[in-house]
């Protein structure tokens, strides 16, 4: 077990109400933290589920932990709304918020609508969008279709080409009071809680003392009013890429790729399937077709 990665309790069973926006918003500097993960399908679902999470975000982080691109720009409306759909029936209290990927909201506010309802349809409780003041538009337009939105600012990773890679934002005075200026005019608009990502601990403090519905930090220090890591992440099914911000819970991955390799020696080695994991015939129907006992079974005897 490397320092990074901790040895996890068994949680605490949470309330079984349903965990609404609303009752996000009303969180904003309560104790203990919120907390979200994400997840793609149901059985990641069930397992933030059980494992008794508040917010499950579906996210375009699918692109790169589940479909194996370098980015999150390749995933379509039409992906997310299949993991969003996959998600759904997975889960029974946890809110789902579903991301609108990449050029689902840049077009004009009536597309951008549309897109979200795609989500909302599929299961979503809510949806998230990246960007600040210059997504108002469509943040209000979502906001007036009765749909609940997260806010997402800092390191937007679908502006990885215009930011000239994943790096972290808000270093300067000037880009930190831009922050916070966006955070403001996005929880103004009707977002209710807004994601923190790969900003400096002071100024998620900034942020987060300014607006008042929930900061949900990712790479943004202690002081957001919750924290949010993406599943194969936290698990370590992912390995390839270890960011600062991550804390590894499990080495998923690697038992995994132990599992499997005890599989394909018990099969090369004959060991694999035994007579009980197997079916048989009847005796009579077994003599009949001219066959002894089954082989690794001890022949029965009247």
């Not at 309330?15 to 919120?34: E, F, H, I, N, Y």
């Not at 394909?264 to 004959?270: I, L, T, Y």
Request: hydrophobic fraction near 45%; include cysteine; proline fraction near 6%.
């Amino acid at each position: 077990m490397t320092s990074r990665q901790v040895q996890p309790s068994r949680p605490a069973q949470p309330s079984a109400k349903p965990v609404t926006a609303p009752g996000v918003r009303a969180r904003k500097g309560s104790d203990p933290p919120l907390v979200m993960v994400t997840a793609y399908d149901a059985p990641g679902a069930r397992i933030a589920e059980e494992a008794g999470v508040d917010i499950i975000l579906v996210g375009d982080s699918v692109a790169m932990v589940v479909l194996g691109y370098d980015d999150t720009l390749q995933v379509t409306v039409a992906d997310m709304a299949h993991h969003v759909g996959a998600v759904a029936r997975g889960q029974q209290r946890a809110l789902i918020v579903g991301d609108l990927p990449w050029m689902s909201y840049h077009v004009s506010v009536e597309e951008t609508v549309r897109n979200a309802a795609a989500l909302v349809r599929a299961g979503a409780q809510a949806v998230k969008l990246e960007g600040g003041r210059k997504r108002l538009p469509m943040v209000r337009g979502i906001v007036d279709a009765e749909i609940p939105v997260m806010g997402h600012i800092g390191l937007t990773p679908q502006s990885v080409h215009a930011m000239g890679g994943f790096k972290v934002q808000g270093r300067q005075v000037d880009a930190a009071r831009a922050l916070v200026d966006d955070a403001v005019a996005l929880a103004d608009e009707g977002c209710f809680a807004i994601v923190l990502e790969g900003v400096p601990d002071e100024v998620a403090r900034l942020v987060t003392g300014a607006v008042p519905v929930p900061t949900i930090g990712i790479g943004a220090g202690r002081g957001c009013d919750g924290q949010v890591l993406v599943f194969h992440d936290l698990l370590g099914l992912e390995d390839r890429v270890l960011p600062k911000f991550v804390r590894r819970y499990a080495s998923l991955k690697a038992d995994a790729v132990d599992a499997i390799a005890a599989f394909a020696a018990d099969v090369r080695a004959g060991r694999f399937p035994d007579a009980g994991e197997s079916y048989h015939l009847s005796d009579d129907v077994r003599r009949s077709l001219g066959q002894g006992a089954p082989q690794g079974a001890e022949p029965r005897t009247a």
